[in-house]
Each structure stands twice: as C-alpha cells, then as structure tokens.
C-alpha cells in the first residue's frame, strides 16, 4: 500500500495561491491520487483525481511529475472559505478497499 | 445529487452495550465504507463492501463487524462497546471500477463510550 505524507498545516492569505503537496513514494502502477476537501463536523468532500501530469476542474488542479512520488493540490485565489482540512488518497481505484488517505493538511485562510 | 445518511449524529453507549451504526446512500453505488476519525489519525478504513453480503476488513477491524444485507445499506456493528471506540465514525460510498475513489461521505456519527 501507498503511503502518503502531507504537511501538518499551512497558512495562507485571501487572494493567494496555494500548493499542498502530497508524498507518496511507493505508488504503484495502477494506482491514483485522489484530493478531498473536510470542513469541520462534515464529511470529506471530494475534489480531484488525476493518474499523471495535470488535471483541472472549476475548484482545483493537481499536479503530478513523471515519476508519480508525488503530488500537488493546487488552489487558486483561495478564500476565507477555503480553511479546511485536505487530504490525499492514493491506491487503485478498482480495489478502494486497499486505498490509504494522508493525515490532512489542515489550511487555515487569513485575512 | 449523492445522499448518504447515517442514522445518529450523535449517540451516547455504555461499555458492553451492543451499538449499531446504520448507513443508507441513494445513487445505486456498489461500493461501501466504513471509517473512524480521530485527532492526529486522519481517516481509518475499519471495513469496506464491494457488493451484496460481500466484506473486506480494512486497516482496523478489530472489534468491529458489518452486515450489507441491501445495495443500499451498510451497517457497522460494536458487538461489545468499549472506551477506546470513542469516536467519528464516517461512512462513505462510491460505485465500483473507475469510480472507486470518488467517495460521497455521510455527516457522521459521533460515539461517545462510558
């Protein structure tokens, strides 16, 4: 199983670009990266999913290299709404049973 | 749009007591999940069903037991509740294949074992 690490927290200003990234270097071949979103008492929220180099949708990108050890959420002009906890899921997405979620990131937006 | 719905937000057991935690999601997925969450442990996969009467154990089993006797239902069973089993507990559906890890996650409920 993959291991993932993410930072602990970060901080940020309204308007800002920011950048959590997520280590995983054991990631297997068949495996993706996955990116949810979880304010406090609600459940994650699911944002993005990408196998390699760039996706984007109207919330986020994510970025992934060549080799796969790694991946970063990108947030674009985030907002006080923004301040959340994030989290990486990295496995196979036919056997999800077998997937493992990073500790979160917890994103605090100043303003 | 996805719903999934657990059956407590809150609920209070004694230890020993026999605890039932029932989740029910309405988009036909075939997949269910069951986690915990605690401060400083992220989220942990306690069990996982892929299909009808169909379970894996996930990361932290012990002391749990599940039953999905209906597409739509996946239940979490405390056989014998103990203190150490305060928690979050999320559950969390999606539709099998390429749609795995597209998780729709219910409200949670938050146990608390005296």
């Known amino acids: 199983l993959a291991k993932t690490t993410q930072p602990i927290s970060m901080d940020s200003y309204e308007g800002q670009e920011v950048n959590i990234t997520c280590s995983h270097n054991?990631?297997?071949?068949?495996?993706?990266i996955t990116w949810y979103q979880q304010f406090p008492s609600q459940g994650p929220r699911f944002i993005i999913q990408g196998y390699k180099t760039k996706v984007t949708n109207e919330v986020a990108s994510l970025f992934i290299p060549a080799d796969r050890k790694s991946s970063t959420l990108s947030l674009p002009r985030v907002s006080l709404s923004d301040t959340a906890v994030y989290y990486c899921l990295v496995g196979d997405v036919t056997n999800a049973g077998k997937s493992t979620f990073g500790d979160g990131t917890t994103l605090t937006v100043k303003p | 749009d996805v719903k999934v719905t657990q059956s407590s937000r809150y609920l209070v057991k004694r230890t020993g007591e026999k605890v039932f935690l029932e989740c029910v999601q309405d988009m036909d997925h075939e997949n269910m999940f069951w986690y915990r969450q605690d401060p400083g442990l992220g989220l942990r996969l306690i069990y996982f069903?892929?299909?009808?009467?169909?379970?894996e154990k996930g990361d932290i089993p012990e002391g749990y037991s599940v039953s999905r006797e209906k597409k739509e239902r996946f239940s979490l069973i405390l056989e014998s509740a103990s203190t150490n089993q305060t928690s979050m507990y999320l559950c969390?559906?999606?539709?099998?294949?390429?749609?795995?890890?597209?998780?729709?996650f219910g409200p949670g409920t938050r146990l608390t074992v005296t």
């Open positions: 069903s892929y299909d009808v009467k169909m379970k």
């Open positions: 054991n990631i297997a071949t068949n495996d993706y």
């Open positions: 969390a559906s999606s539709f099998g294949g390429q749609g795995g890890h597209e998780q729709y």
